[in-house]
């Protein structure tokens, strides 16, 4: 049972990260015996993988028709950062009022050891490490491991335009420091327990990010479809 466990887990893990990765094209028919194929593995865990991830929000499920990756759409972009800013300034808040002086200290020196790296050289998958690493401390800090699964999973959804966006930020900001300083701001609020002004600075953070989200999504379409040459 565990072997069986570990495969399922395996496949789902490698599938979750085609999807997040638009490996499939957007609302795109998956195709379950090529799947099979390339994972070396049934169709019986395939199957269960693909409706994991249907629950969490990569793919979706036609009745007769089969599995489907999910859709590309500013509409759909803009309800998952929504769902962002919902989560985070939710969690800033809670990290207010429960955080401990320590553990907000521990997360304040954790920024300023990698402050340095944050800088237009940087790999773009790099900084996002950075970033999402700095988010999920925050939001750890909220004692709600709940929040803290939701915005793991929305992190996943939006991963692929946020390297776009990213990409595109390094050119606009020479000295790749806009984001650091946004969090250090964040940082200093909660380290006062000012639980508004963190969530002002939180919401202004993401919701910045938010409005180049029309254009990643024109990018992510021209880099998905890029013809066969």
């Given at each position: 049972m565990a072997k069986s466990e570990s495969n399922v887990d395996r496949i789902y893990q490698a599938l979750r990260r085609m999807a997040a990765d638009f490996a499939f094209k957007p609302d795109a028919r998956i195709n379950e015996s090529a799947l099979a194929a390339q994972l070396n593995a049934s169709r019986t865990p395939i199957r269960e993988a693909l409706n994991r991830l249907v629950a969490e929000g990569f793919l979706t499920f036609h009745s007769g028709r089969g599995f489907f990756c999910r859709s590309l759409s500013p509409e759909r972009v803009m309800d998952l950062y929504e769902a962002r800013v919902a989560v985070e300034t939710e969690a800033v808040r809670l990290a207010c009022e429960r955080g401990s002086d320590e553990a907000?200290?521990?997360?304040?020196?954790?920024?300023?050891?990698?402050?340095?790296?944050?800088?237009?050289?940087?790999?773009?998958?790099?900084?996002?490490?950075?970033?999402?690493?700095?988010?999920?401390?925050?939001?750890?800090?909220?004692?709600?491991?709940?929040?803290?699964?939701?915005?793991?999973?929305?992190?996943?959804?939006?991963?692929?335009?946020?390297?776009?966006?990213?990409?595109?930020?390094?050119?606009?900001?020479?000295?790749?420091?806009?984001?650091?300083?946004?969090?250090?701001?964040?940082?200093?609020?909660?380290?006062?327990?000012?639980?508004?002004?963190?969530?002002?600075?939180?919401?202004?953070?993401?919701?910045?990010?938010?409005?180049?989200?029309?254009?990643?999504?024109?990018?992510?379409?021209?880099?998905?479809?890029?013809?066969?040459?």
């Open positions: 907000i200290a521990a997360l304040a020196r954790t920024l300023e050891a990698v402050a340095p790296d944050y800088i237009p050289a940087a790999d773009a998958e790099a900084l996002l490490a950075l970033d999402e690493a700095y988010h999920t401390q925050l939001c750890q800090l909220s004692g709600n491991a709940e929040l803290c699964r939701m915005l793991d999973n929305l992190n996943d959804r939006i991963r692929y335009l946020r390297l776009i966006d990213l990409r595109r930020l390094r050119e606009t900001a020479p000295d790749g420091q806009s984001m650091v300083s946004a969090h250090r701001r964040i940082v200093d609020a909660v380290s006062r327990h000012d639980a508004e002004e963190a969530t002002a600075q939180m919401r202004s953070h993401i919701e910045r990010r938010r409005e180049g989200a029309t254009q990643a999504v024109r990018d992510a379409f021209a880099q998905l479809y890029v013809p066969d040459l």
